[in-house]
């Protein structure tokens, strides 16, 4: 069997599956609230709208201990999305595309999965913005007002929750593309040396060093 | 007395002044016996815009006072243009008149919206005396700094309302554009509820300014979402919906604002504790939000609709489509990387290859 | 000498008034009426879900609102070709009855009696000449203004029951209404229409007899042209056919009322039309200083004739007993405030009629949806006269919407073939006694 490589530390997979789960139940509600006869995927309306506002605060919850963990591990380091990162997107949209054939080298996460990650917890921000006015319509309603009145939270609500479904479908796809590594690699948090879905290149092996340290 | 002639009655209007400017109103209640009950009490001028004066009809709706009571012991109305006698330039003098005398004393209460296309000239409301038209614009710019207290009284007064609405040709807008907006106190709703226009009086004759949330209405009556207190919660709650006029059930579905629209309606109720919107089964049509009535349509569909530039379409066509558009999009890149041999049974040949 | 008098505004009306006469010793030669305040929906309603015209357009008018929901979704079902179910079309009558009722109290208090009567009592209304009661009949008079108060929040409290809340009801919706009363609503509605009933019959009937008796003059001022129109109301479905009639009295000829008769003529309104001329589709574009506009009246006119409308158009067309009674006085000042009378009369006993009618477990609304493209034309009455709504859809939108109240036919401005709407007719000839307080205008121009 080949050498396995610690790739997700513990605190990260818990976390991980903490803020997927809370996504999920979100959206799941959100849409049967907005919806229930489109979307029947509750039993009815005070039990979805329960689910939301528990699960509301703990996506907050999740994100900003995410957020946290990524600056005392370090992690952020590949995690965060630099302007530098620009540079590798003209050879990782060729390689999505079709156009060119090899996997483009990057650190542990690409360009494209670092944008993402970050998105995530801006949405969940605007998300828990927008929510929260909603949520707390006459102790927010100045600010409500400013944002331009319910309705239109509302709708933007609505609308970024429809973000959130694209790009998490999106996610899900590449790491079933990447294959059952990939996934394995987030419950038990090796990932087998050799197989990866991009070259790892050097530095990352330091961090996975501290993280382990950590872990 | 009654039965004057021209010599007489051009005596009357120059020589007392004051007796034309002492009140407009033909209402029985002004007479001597009233003036002592709400004297001191700061005159109120009832001024109307852009408007359809149903405001003015719901307010005789009062009850509890009801109109005599209200008039006569209550409050001090000193110039309403549906109950004032005054026709032509004595209308605009008389009006002129009553705000000179109680400069910084009375409240100016306003109906309607004020349309600024035109510099105003889409609403005259009358001549003075040298001919010239006043502009509803010209009236509040020369009144309304005098007023005590401003009240805004119904939608389009409080936020433009119906008359504010797209595509606003007269360009309406509603008092707190015009004039500063701690000054303002708004009575929002199509029409308000007559306890909402007399209780916010009396609370600022007794107690003076209401408590005000932040759109200017005074809290205990704007204090809740009609959502909040509706009979039909449990429904909701349980996810009953009516789906055709006529139905029982939560409303939401036939387009329902309650969720948005801050009132007390299900606890007050309409018409003397007749009646409210959703007890007959109509949908609020969230008649008290600044968002009334562009925001709030389509009144009898749930979903608002979401307009960008040359784009008309529900949010939920726009989810839906990014939907599809993501389902598809992932399918042909998964085809994409099963034809490049990226994955499946190629994935080993191309191995092999190399 | 000529003499041009203007009154602006003349208030208490449906909405104020801008009056422009000329006199030529003590006599008006010529009028015009119009309305200096820009105001429609049409423009909002372009592109909306038509079930929304019902809320939009009741909110032309703080008084005649209920014409408007029955004409606006009278259209609607027109172009469906879908029948309302019975007990719908009964409680619209119930509504649009009761409504018409509570125009004629307010016009009579609220805008006629002021210029007959002094006030304060005892005092001088204000400067008006040629006030004749006095004493008891007076302190009668004035004591009732507030009774007038308390049967509109009556007639008010019943409507809500019916219709949720009023002003603006909610309860008129495209192929029906939302809500059928019951049996304890009925009964209390029953309750509260004797009361209405006795400040009608009683103190209404009593102040205007007061009034009549003393102004007998005024059963032969105001005449007008006397063509009358009516575009029907209060069908019940059954073979006695409606109430009032369609119908039009054009120079002592009768005319069944098709609405295809009925156009728009804008020549003196600050509208221009963008076509098609004329008719009741037709674009209308604000033009705030159009030359020879002075009124932001949309004109309706039928068969090419300005039409008197309201009660005693209403009550002449369907031969009304007591009008007819008056001959030639019952175009004037006084007839038009005893049509008014006459018509709450009947209503009252109808209202009662038709709430014995209702089926409280039958149907009262359809199941359907409006068509995703057509045009209609729906008409209701008011107490000042008919509301007429054109309505166009495409693609499931609203296309076109034109609304018309009564101020289209009684403040017709000028049309095309200079004829002059009915307040402008009735108010020429007209003889003024002090130019300054012209209460014989204001008298006739409010007699509407
Ligand atoms: C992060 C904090 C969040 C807060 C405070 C929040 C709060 C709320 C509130 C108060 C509502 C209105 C519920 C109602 O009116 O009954 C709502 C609706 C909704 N939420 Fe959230 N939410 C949050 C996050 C999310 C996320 C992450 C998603 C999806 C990814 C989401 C999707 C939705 C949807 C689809 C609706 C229905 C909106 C509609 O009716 O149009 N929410 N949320
Ligand atoms: S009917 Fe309207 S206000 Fe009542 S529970 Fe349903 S959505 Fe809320
Ligand atoms: S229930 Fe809604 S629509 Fe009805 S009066 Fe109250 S705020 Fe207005």
């Keep these: 069997m080949a050498r396995e490589l610690y790739y997700h530390t ?90 060119s054939k090899t996997t483009p080298e990057s650190g542990k996460y690409n360009a494209g999965q670092k944008l993402l990650y970050n998105a995530w917890a801006v949405l969940v921000f605007l998300q828990a913005v927008t929510g929260f006015s909603l949520y707390f319509p006459d102790a927010l309603a100045g600010f409500v007002r400013a944002l331009g009145g319910p309705v239109v939270l ?34 038990t948090g090796y990932f087998p040396e050799g197989e990866s879905m991009q070259p790892v290149s050097e530095d990352v092996e330091e961090v996975a060093e501290h993280c382990m340290k950590w872990h | 007395m009654a039965n004057i002639d021209r010599r007489q009655f051009l005596k009357l209007c120059t020589a007392s002044a004051a007796a034309v400017g002492l009140s407009q109103l033909w209402v029985p209640a002004i007479g001597e016996a009233y003036r002592k009950a709400a004297g001191g009490n700061p005159p109120i001028i009832w001024i109307q815009g852009s408007a359809c004066n149903g405001c003015s009809t719901s307010l005789v709706n009062t009850v509890h006072p009801d109109m005599r009571e209200l008039l006569s012991e209550i409050i001090d109305l000193s110039f309403h243009p549906g109950l004032s006698s005054g026709a032509g330039n004595l209308f605009i003098d008389g009006l002129y008149r009553i705000a000179t005398e109680n400069k910084g004393k009375f409240i100016l209460v306003v109906e309607g919206a004020i349309p600024l296309a035109h510099k105003g000239a889409l609403n005259t409301i009358g001549e003075d005396s040298s001919g010239k038209a006043v502009t509803l614009i010209d009236l509040l710019k020369n009144i309304s700094g005098s007023a005590r207290f401003i009240i805004a009284v119904g939608s389009c007064a409080s936020f433009g309302g119906i008359s504010a609405a797209e595509p606003n040709y007269a360009e309406c807008v509603g008092l707190e554009k015009f004039i500063e907006v701690n000054k303002v106190i708004n009575i929002p709703g199509c029409p308000p509820h007559p306890d909402w226009i007399v209780g916010t009086l009396a609370h600022l004759l007794l107690y003076g300014p209401p ?15 009609i959502h909040n207190n509706c009979p039909r919660r449990q ?49 609020c049509i969230g008649c008290t939000d600044p968002s009334f009535p562009d925001l709030t349509m389509p009144f009898y569909k749930r979903m608002p609709e979401i ?9 939920d066509a726009i989810g839906i489509g990014l939907g599809v558009a993501t389902a598809a999009g992932l399918g042909a890149h998964l085809a994409g990387n099963y034809f490049t041999g990226r994955i499946g049974p190629r994935k080993h040949k191309e191995e092999e290859d190399v | ?49 038509p079930l929304d015209a019902v809320q939009i357009t009741q909110r032309t008018n703080g008084l005649d609102f209920v014409a408007h929901t029955t004409a606006s979704v009278r259209a609607l079902e027109e172009m469906a070709g879908v029948k309302p179910p019975q007990n719908s079309v009964l409680c619209r009558n119930i509504l649009l009855g009761l409504d018409i009722i509570y125009g004629h109290i307010t016009h009579f208090y609220q805008t006629v009696v002021p210029d007959y009567v002094p006030f304060p009592p005892g005092g001088s209304s204000y400067g008006l000449p040629d006030l004749r009661i006095n004493g008891e009949p007076a302190a009668k008079i004035q004591k009732n203004i507030w009774a007038s108060f308390a049967a509109r929040e009556l007639i008010h409290r019943t409507m809500a029951v019916i219709g949720g809340k009023v002003p603006h009801i909610c309860n008129v919706v495209y ?43 005024y059963f032969n001022i105001g005449a007008g042209a006397g063509n009358f129109l009516s575009t029907g109301e209060f069908t019940t479905g059954g073979p006695a056919g409606s109430l009032i009639p369609a119908r ?34 037709a674009e209308l574009e604000p033009v705030p200083d159009k030359p020879g506009g002075y009124s932001w009246v949309k004109g309706a006119v039928f068969a090419g004739t300005t039409c008197e409308v309201g009660a005693l158009a209403r009550m002449t067309v369907s031969g009304n007993p007591a009008i007819m009674g008056l001959g030639e006085t019952a175009v004037s000042v006084l007839g038009r405030s005893r049509a008014r009378f006459e018509e709450c009369q009947i209503l009252i006993a109808r209202i009662n009629g038709w709430l014995a009618q209702l089926l409280p477990d039958e149907e009262y609304a359809l199941k359907s949806y409006v068509p995703e493209e057509g045009e209609a034309v729906g008409t209701a009455e008011a107490s000042h006269g008919p509301v007429v709504h054109y309505v166009s859809v495409k693609n499931n939108k609203i296309h076109r919407y034109n609304v018309f109240d009564a101020f289209s036919w009684n403040l017709c401005p000028l049309t095309a073939n200079r004829k002059n709407g009915p307040v402008e007719h009735a108010l020429t000839g007209v003889a003024i006694a002090i130019p300054e307080s012209p209460v014989e205008i204001y008298r006739v121009a409010r007699s509407f």
């Design chain 3, 1 to 49: 000498m000529a003499e041009r008098i203007t009154i602006h505004p003349l208030n208490r009306g449906l909405r104020p008034l801008r009056l422009e006469v000329e006199a030529e010793s003590g006599r008006i030669t010529s009028a015009r009426a119009g309305t200096t305040y820009y105001w429609d929906f049409e423009k909002t309603l372009r592109g909306k879900d």
């Design chain 3, 175 to 217: 192929g029906g209404i939302t809500y059928l009363v019951n049996s304890p609503d009925i009964l209390k509605i029953q309750a509260i229409l004797k009361d209405i009933s006795r400040f009608i019959t009683g103190e209404y009937a009593d102040d205007l007899g007061t009034l009549e008796n003393n102004y007998r003059d």
């Design chain 3, 248 to 281: 039009a009295l054009i120079g002592n000829k009768t005319v069944e009322v098709d609405k295809e008769m009925i156009s728009m003529d804008c020549t003196g309104s600050k509208y221009k039309s963008l076509g098609p001329e004329g008719s009741l589709a």
């Design chain 2, 211 to 225: 408590v005000l949330d932040d759109y200017g209405r005074p809290k205990m009556f704007y204090g809740g979402l």
């Design chain 1, 10 to 99: 513990l605190p990260a997979r818990i976390l991980h599956w903490i803020n997927a789960a809370n996504i999920g139940l979100l959206t799941t509600t959100g849409l049967y609230i907005r919806d229930p006869y489109h979307f029947p995927l509750f039993a009815n309306m005070d039990i979805a709208r329960k689910i939301h506002f528990i699960a509301m605060y703990l996506i907050i919850y999740g994100i900003v201990i995410r957020i946290y963990y990524s600056w005392v591990s370090k992690d952020y380091r590949e995690l965060l999305f630099r302007f530098r990162d620009f540079k590798g997107f003209p050879a990782l949209i060729r390689y999505y595309l079709f156009v």
């Design chain 2, 307 to 315: 307009k960008g530039p040359g784009i008309t379409s529900t949010a």
């Design chain 2, 235 to 283: 429904y909701f709650d349980n996810s009953i919906f009516a789906k055709n006029f006529g139905e029982d059930g939560c409303l939401l579905y036939l387009g329902c604002k309650g969720p948005l629209a801050h009132g007390d309606c299900p606890t007050r109720l309409w018409n003397s504790t007749s009646s409210w919107c959703v007890d007959v089964n109509a949908p």
């Design chain 1, 154 to 187: 509302r709708q933007f609500h609505f609308i970024l929750t429809w973000v959130f479904i694209v790009t998490v479908a999106l996610h899900i796809y590449l790491s079933f593309l990447g294959g059952w590594s990939v996934i394995k690699s987030m419950i």
